[in-house]
């Protein structure tokens, strides 16, 4: 069996070939940055600062499912409706016609597309569910509406409900730029830390699979495990608890951290504490973190294990101990 | 034998997949491309949109069937969505060696 994942072919070209499948591989989706440019939020780039628009998924597909090497569980997925752009006129009452795409739940049926393009930029971001309402084109989003909102979630099933009354689904895996801490005040932003030598920032991967041909068995949901590690390094200046790693675990259903610290100086000692982010969301208020387990180790090896933490990120944090240096390292298993 | 595009519903004007001449002629249809292909005899038969095509024969992706065309009589298809692709074989029928042994 032929199969493609040289992203230089055009869907178009594979099937030209007669590939089984066309693969896509995005290693930082969802990855906006601050300020935001919207780069990675969608398959094909919608908009980004530099190219402009482009064109949708120009292809027809048999089925799409998330890949064993996708970090990211979900996706959102706006088909060609066949019908021209403002057709039916009058226009229906507006009715949410994206697909949720997520591991589990593979499109094994065919995803109409249709030719052009969203005319998004910078200050309008792509958005799944007012493309497809508008356009019905081709496209796989990293979220019903990756921009934020700074007056709540926007887009549920009911447009005419208040926004304080409702209770929709957080439908983005955009990561935010700020995450209110569990433990003590401040916040965590995604990234790197300077405070902390060898700080691991592992950011989304979405693998996606295209089905050019109908295929022939249902397809496994279970991705590839997440198996990581890192060392880092806190200076005697560097007291408060620090971050060291964030490792995304979306869904991911077992889930081990294991750590070894030595640190100079005798008797002091340092604390591992993991985290996990949940519901997350473009709004900055309102991600919070849960503090999962903490362990204190001096000169030695502690073991965390979360069992069906049912979160998105895991953030891993050490404690810095006045005027002594600390050496760690830590590993990250995860399993579907 | 060959491949042909099939433009979606709605776009353009159908594809013409194969016209018989003055012999019946087989022509074998299997679907390559993601979506639905319709296939039909005469380009009135889809609708005048083009949207809804009633009077069609549809193929659904990775099926193949066997068509016989009188002469002078054409297929012509379209997809549900962009991309449709089908690849076709055809032959003569019924040899006029035959007919006449």
């Given at each position: 069996m032929s199969f493609q994942n040289n992203p230089a072919f055009s869907i178009a070209e594979a099937r030209k070939r007669g590939h089984d499948i066309y693969e896509i591989l995005y290693t930082s989706w969802g990855v906006v940055g601050n300020p935001a440019t919207y780069g990675d939020v969608s398959f094909p780039n919608a908009s980004t600062a530099n190219n402009g628009p482009v064109v949708s998924i120009p292809t027809s597909i048999a089925g799409l499912m998330i890949g064993p090497r996708s970090t990211v569980d979900r996706a959102w997925v706006t088909y060609s409706l066949?019908?021209?752009?403002?057709?039916?006129?009058?226009?229906?009452?507006?009715?949410?016609r994206v697909r949720r795409l997520s591991v589990d739940s593979p499109l094994l049926y065919t995803i109409a597309a249709a030719k052009g393009k969203i005319a998004s930029s910078q200050a309008n971001p792509p958005d799944a569910f007012l493309s497809q309402y508008q356009n019905g084109l081709f496209y796989v989003m990293a979220?019903?509406?990756p921009q934020e909102a700074d007056a709540g979630f926007k887009y549920?099933?009911?447009?005419?409900?208040?926004q304080a009354s409702r209770a929709a689904q957080q439908e983005t895996t955009v990561l935010p730029t700020l995450i209110k801490k569990s433990s003590g005040a401040g916040n965590q932003t995604f990234g790197f830390d300077a405070n902390v030598g060898g700080t691991i920032f592992m950011p989304p991967t979405l693998h996606l699979i295209a089905f050019l041909k109908a295929p022939q068995v249902v397809p496994p949901s279970k991705r590839f495990p997440l198996i990581t590690s890192g060392n880092y390094t806190l200076s005697g200046a560097v007291v408060a608890e620090q971050c060291v790693a964030q490792i995304p675990i979306?869904?991911?259903?077992r889930v081990v951290v294991s750590s070894y610290a030595a640190v100079s100086g005798g008797d002091a000692t340092s604390t591992l504490r993991c985290a996990v982010v949940r519901a997350i969301n473009q709004s900055d208020n309102f991600v919070y973190e849960d503090s999962s387990q903490t362990v204190t180790t001096s000169n030695g090896s502690c073991q965390i294990s979360l069992d069906n933490p049912c979160a998105d990120y895991l953030m891993v944090y050490a404690n810095g101990v006045s005027g002594a240096a600390i050496n760690g390292r830590w590993s990250v298993s995860a399993y579907d | 034998m060959r491949t042909v595009t099939i433009p979606a519903v709605g776009s353009s004007e159908p594809a013409i997949v194969h016209q018989a001449a003055d012999r019946t002629m087989r022509v074998v249809i299997n679907n390559i491309g993601g979506t639905l292909v319709f296939l039909a005899h005469?380009?009135?038969?889809?609708n005048e949109d083009n949207v809804a095509p009633s009077e069609t024969f549809q193929l659904r992706v990775d099926q193949m069937v066997v068509i016989v065309l009188a002469p002078t009589q054409t297929i012509v298809a379209m997809a549900r969505g962009a991309g449709g692709e089908i690849s076709i074989a055809v032959s003569e029928a019924l040899s006029k060696e035959w007919l006449s042994s």
């Open positions: 066949q019908l021209e752009p403002g057709r039916p006129v009058p226009a229906p009452t507006v009715t949410d979220a019903l509406n549920s099933y009911d447009m005419t409900t208040s979306f869904g991911r259903k | 005469n380009t009135s038969d889809f």
